[in-house]
């Protein structure tokens, strides 16, 4: 996953555009960078026009402002004049106009939810939209005490998928022993493993989140005393029941668990949940090519979480007073070499290979992190499942610079754990042979195993360079991807910057392969 401009909006449009660190991107004028933007941000000049009045918005005074001079979005609720961000949007005018006078939030939620609008646009803020009051719905635990209520996890009607889905909606328990508190929460659902499992335990505030396909159950408390830093969880994944185990910091008997917070007890979609961070320490940076870098951060012994294949985590920092994320595929330390079983990670670090870009901001920001510094790191986010993979005869995997990285864990488990596999090929498209990441350990496994294949491919090359030469095209694709046998079981991902990725799965197209043959990898 490489590096993603701050923007509102995806880029997409009339405009000429390139891609900057894996989103497509409109060349800005002098003096707007993300950097100028914070600065007039801070220069006290009015930005909404109303001279630091809030309002309230109906929806017909927001369709008013539907004009490139005069342009107000809703997103989630708030109201923001953009008129003056126009020159400094990375996706260029034409997106934030397709969403003039109107609630942008759909458009803002389907690309990249993670954009942190409230603090880039703050002060832009024209007020809070004006909604009709609804009647709300009957909690059915309203009427139980409090205790009770933390004891037997009772879930709100309101969070049930349906009076029919209540048999298999998650709860949660609690017990105790002198030394001990278990947590334990009943999934109700069969094959949970480690890595639907988040946890995190600081300063008291203890939140359990489990992922259950697309949906997102969670235990948070604010704990009534205080616990260890490393706690264990178990898990029994045929019936799906997760216990946390905390240790108790003197041997009191607790009355109840702790005070529940706002997203207690919940079951939602996972895009409604909202991100949650945690600070992670960099423990070693190494120099992977001129401009690239392994970065490993370790995780605080308060927190359980293992990224799962093809998905991703979002870094944030916050630059000259402004919170900045961007997202990034974690991968392995190297590339394994021994088929054996898969390479395992002690769950103690997460490794990022990113690019360094010498106008970036954001990435400059983290080249000069000294270790043990510390930056805020979310939850995975990601739709790629291992059952893609599990029955295939062919994985193709086309990558562009950076796109590399959700390669690295995918050749791991396709090597290691898809027995009916027959082909692997990297397609790997790179400028110059000195950008090339981890040629060495490719070419390796190339020699190691007779399954897998690697293709390089400039586009820049020297005069003396001996493979091919160009960039992704149908007749390229076409003549370096062949199937092990006619009508075989084929993947296809593709990760990079957004024209590579865009042209690409249109190439993949005009040549046959189906939707269900293509995974892409985009945040």
């Given amino acids: 996953m490489l590096n993603v401009p701050p923007q509102a909006f ?4 009339s405009q000429q555009r390139v891609a900057v660190g894996g989103r497509t991107k409109v060349p800005l004028k002098p003096g707007r960078s993300l950097m100028d933007w914070i600065r007039l941000t801070k220069s006290g000049k009015d930005l909404t026009g109303l001279k630091g009045r809030l309002i309230e918005v109906t ?68 007020g ?103 706690f264990a969880v178990n898990i029994a994944e045929k019936i799906g029941k997760v216990e946390i185990i905390l240790k108790k910091k003197d041997h009191s008997q607790w009355k109840v668990l ?27 940076k190494t120099e992977v090519t001129h401009d690239t870098r392994l970065f490993c951060f370790m995780l605080p012994k308060s927190t359980h979480l293992q990224v799962p294949i093809g998905q991703h985590v979002y870094l944030k920092q916050i630059i000259a007073g402004t919170e900045v994320v961007k997202p990034y595929t974690p991968l392995l330390p190297f590339l394994p070499l021994d088929f054996k079983e898969p390479f395992c990670q002690d769950g103690a670090h997460i490794y990022l290979m ?67 596999l027959r082909t692997v090929k990297l397609i790997f498209f790179n400028k110059k042979e000195d950008d090339i990441l981890w040629r060495n350990q490719l070419e390796q496994l190339a020699l190691r195993d007779e399954r897998f294949e690697v293709q390089f491919i400039l586009s820049e090359p020297k005069e003396d360079w001996m493979d091919k030469r160009g960039k992704i095209s149908s007749a390229l694709l076409s003549e370096c991807m062949k199937r092990s046998k006619k009508d075989s079981k084929v993947l296809i991902c593709i990760c990079g910057p957004a024209p590579f990725t865009e042209q690409g799965l249109q190439y993949l197209k005009d040549l046959g392969y189906s939707q269900e043959e293509i995974h892409a990898f985009t945040a």
């Fill in 10 to 13: 995806p880029a997409s449009g």
């Fill in 59 to 126: 929806e017909d005074e927001l369709a008013k402002h539907n004009k490139k001079e005069d342009c107000w979005i809703c997103i989630a609720g708030l109201v923001y004049n953009v008129t003056p961000y126009m020159e400094y949007h990375p996706g260029g005018e034409d997106e934030l106009m397709k969403a003039a006078g109107t609630d942008g939030t759909d458009l803002f939620d389907q690309v990249h939810r993670w954009v942190n609008y409230e603090s880039m646009l703050k002060e832009c803020l024209v």
């Fill in 128 to 230: 809070r939209m004006a909604f009709k009051p609804i009647a709300a719905p009957k909690d059915i635990s309203s009427t139980l005490p409090e205790e009770k209520k933390q004891l037997n996890g009772m879930l709100s009607e309101r969070k049930v998928l349906g009076a029919s889905a209540r048999d298999t909606t998650p709860s949660y328990d609690w017990f105790q022993t002198d030394d001990m508190i278990t947590v334990v929460i009943y999934t109700k659902q069969k094959g949970m493993n480690a890595e639907l499992v988040i946890v995190d335990c600081q300063d008291k505030r203890l939140r359990g989140e489990i992922i259950l396909d697309d949906y997102s159950y969670l235990v948070e408390v604010d704990l009534d005393y205080e616990v260890e830093d490393d």
């Fill in 258 to 284: 702790g005070l529940p917070l706002e997203g207690h007890n919940t079951l939602i979609r996972r895009k409604e949940r909202g991100l949650f961070y945690r600070k992670c320490k960099l423990v070693s």
């Fill in 354 to 420: 990113i690019k360094i870009y010498s106008c970036g901001l954001f990435t400059q920001a983290l080249d000069h992190l000294q270790i043990g510094d510390d930056i805020s790191v979310s939850n995975p986010e990601g739709n790629f499942e291992k059952s893609q993979v599990e029955a295939l005869e062919d994985l193709f995997l086309l990558a562009a610079g950076t796109g590399f990285t959700p390669m690295v864990k995918l050749l791991n488990f396709a090597l290691t754990k898809v027995d009916c």
